[in-house]
């Protein structure tokens, strides 16, 4: 339990830190929110200004208006309001795998990241990181068809016998099953992700197969970590909804634009946490120690002195002798 305080504490020291990096991502997410909801506002507006059903859905929510809506001649079809959606949904995600590998540089380093460095980071992996995307969606897209499959095979099962809680318990039982196996694989993809950076690694094939070592090296950890931060996240999420049903008015559109928009700003908290946790595990378990080069002292030279020959004195010449 330790252990997992201390990731977490670590997680949440560097998310409050780089603050700037939610404030940037909640501000990416509300300009590609608004434009890929300009061709939906359109559509409605042509039905909704001109009639009085609009009324049922200012002062409240009304599904059969909703549905009514939609399906009137005026409307149009609804692949004109879908497809700039999933233009700006895929937009989101392709910026997202532009700007995370300056997040886990800014996480991982000791000091404020100069904004050179962020870039820096964010263009030397942004062809990894598409890569790693598509293995992640390939890989994720398929155990997760598996495991739908497999739950309903056993709702099936569950259904077809005569105790009337059995399926209630396999349906529960089942989902959240999924949820952490689906948990885990998301812990391996993240963990590869950091590796990528941190490790400057181009060969994104060895990150994967990195962080799939590592993940079930500390699965316990990592997994609390995660469940915990997604608590977080669901507790965040119901106490918004509370309060845009208790506080906001029906007919008040600029308080429920203010709570949906904080509810969006702090449902990324919990995201950006996880995150953090990846880093600090990689910086406790993965990263590669360096060996640290002190120069050389100079050493001191002896010289042996060799001492100088006394002075000859020149022979003096012989005396003369005199007549």
């Known amino acids: 339990m330790s252990d997992n305080k201390g990731l977490l504490s670590s997680g949440l020291g560097m998310v409050l830190r780089n603050k700037r990096y939610i404030v940037w991502f909640y501000v990416l997410n509300l300009f590609l929110g608004l434009f890929g909801t300009v061709a939906f506002v359109n559509q409605a507006g042509t039905i909704l200004d001109h009639s009085l059903h609009s009324e049922r859905l200012l002062h409240g929510f009304s599904l059969t208006v909703l549905i ?33 590998p300056g997040v886990f540089l800014g996480y991982a380093s000791t000091y404020r990241l100069p904004r050179e460095d962020f870039f820096r980071a964010c263009g ?34 569950a259904a077809e016998s005569t105790n009337e809680l059995l399926l209630p318990e396999v349906q529960f039982i089942g989902l959240f099953i999924i949820f952490l196996i689906m948990t885990i694989f998301r ?24 962080g799939f070592r590592y993940t079930f090296g500390g699965l316990g950890r990592l997994l609390g970590s995660y469940v915990l931060a997604t608590m977080v996240a669901a507790i965040i999420l119901l ?7 208790k506080i906001v008015a029906p007919e008040s559109v600029v308080g429920a634009f203010i709570v949906a928009q904080l509810i969006l700003l702090l449902l990324l908290i919990p995201r950006f946490w996880q995150r953090g946790v990846v880093v600090s595990y990689w910086q406790q378990k993965m990263m590669v120690p360096v060996a640290q080069v002190f120069p050389l002292e100079p050493q001191p030279v002896s010289v042996a002195v060799v001492p100088e020959p006394a002075p000859v004195a020149p022979n003096a010449p012989p005396a003369t002798q005199g007549y």
């Open 187 to 210: 812990i391996w993809f993240d963990l590869a992700e950091a590796d990528i950076v941190l490790s400057d690694q181009r060969a994104v094939r060895k990150s994967i197969a990195t």
């Open 239 to 245: 106490g918004g909804i509370w309060m845009w049903m």
């Open 68 to 100: 009514d809506m939609f399906a009137r001649p005026e409307f149009g079809p609804t692949i004109a309001s879908r497809g700039p959606a999933m233009f700006f949904a895929v937009l989101f995600l392709v910026a997202s795998a532009l700007f995370l």
């Open 124 to 157: 030397r992996n942004l062809w990894r990181y598409i890569r790693l995307m598509i293995v992640a969606g390939i890989v994720m897209g398929i155990v997760t068809g598996l495991l739908f499959a497999l739950h309903g095979f056993l709702e099936r099962k």
